[in-house]
T-cell receptor, first 113, second 113 residues
């Protein structure tokens, strides 16, 4: 099975609301990363959380990591129309990045103005 | 401070032709990853390279696909005798170390007609 399964697959909310996306993975990780992809564009790195960290903030982004449940969540507060994009979580396995980053299929977030 | 540069951005090939995709990593980065993104799907790891070495090619189809990252010059993903199913977006990423943040290029969109 694939590492980094995002949930939900699609999410539509009103501007100003908070958006929460979840990611589950299967094996031990060194770190977990969240990326954003605007339609037709490359990926942009948002935030990296290491396996010994539980929570991390960056601007309007808040990421949590629960290694016992092998899950992570990305919260975007006070959403804006410009946040409309696909969001991917990616994991780096314990022992290094020999497999590169393993991505899920992503959550497509739509912010309604 | 250029980021990851991929070219061409768009590539159209007829069935049976060869496709060569180029990726210039961030200056100073010695780790390169290639990913494929099929329409409506997440990214799939293909290959992980360091300068002059293939570290992991477990995601690469056994036939027709090859990758290299020479001592000088860009990394090349080569697809021989392309078929319609090869149509996808191919993303390259680079990092300083295997487990650190990866920077992505804008991708090359390959269309096989």
């Amino acid at each position: 099975s694939q590492q980094g399964e995002e949930d939900p697959q699609a999410l539509s909310i009103q501007e100003g609301e908070n958006a929460t996306m979840n990611c589950s993975y299967k094996t031990s990780i060194n770190n977990l990363q969240w990326y954003r992809q605007n339609s037709g564009r490359g990926l942009v790195h948002l935030i990296l959380i290491r396996s010994n960290e539980r929570e991390k903030h960056s601007g309007r982004l808040r990421v949590t990591l629960d290694t016992s449940k092998k899950s992570s969540s990305l919260l975007i507060t006070a959403s804006r129309a410009a946040d409309t994009a696909s969001y991917f979580c990616a994991t780096v396995p314990t022992g290094g990045g020999a497999d590169g980053l393993t991505f899920g299929k992503g959550t497509h977030l739509i912010i309604q103005p | 401070n250029a980021g990851v540069m991929q070219n061409p951005r768009h590539l159209v090939r007829r069935r049976g032709q060869e496709a060569r995709l180029r990726c210039s990593p961030v200056k100073g980065h010695s780790h390169v990853y290639w990913y494929r993104q099929l329409p409506e799907e997440g990214l799939k790891f293909m290959v992980y390279l360091q300068k002059e070495n293939i570290i992991d090619e477990s995601g690469m189809p056994k036939e027709r696909f090859s990758a290299e990252f020479p001592k000088e010059g860009p990394s090349i993903l080569r697809i021989q005798q392309v078929v319609r199913g090869d149509s996808a977006a191919y993303f390259c990423a680079s990092s300083q170390q295997g487990a650190s943040e990866a920077f992505f290029g804008q991708g090359t969109r390959l269309t096989v007609v």
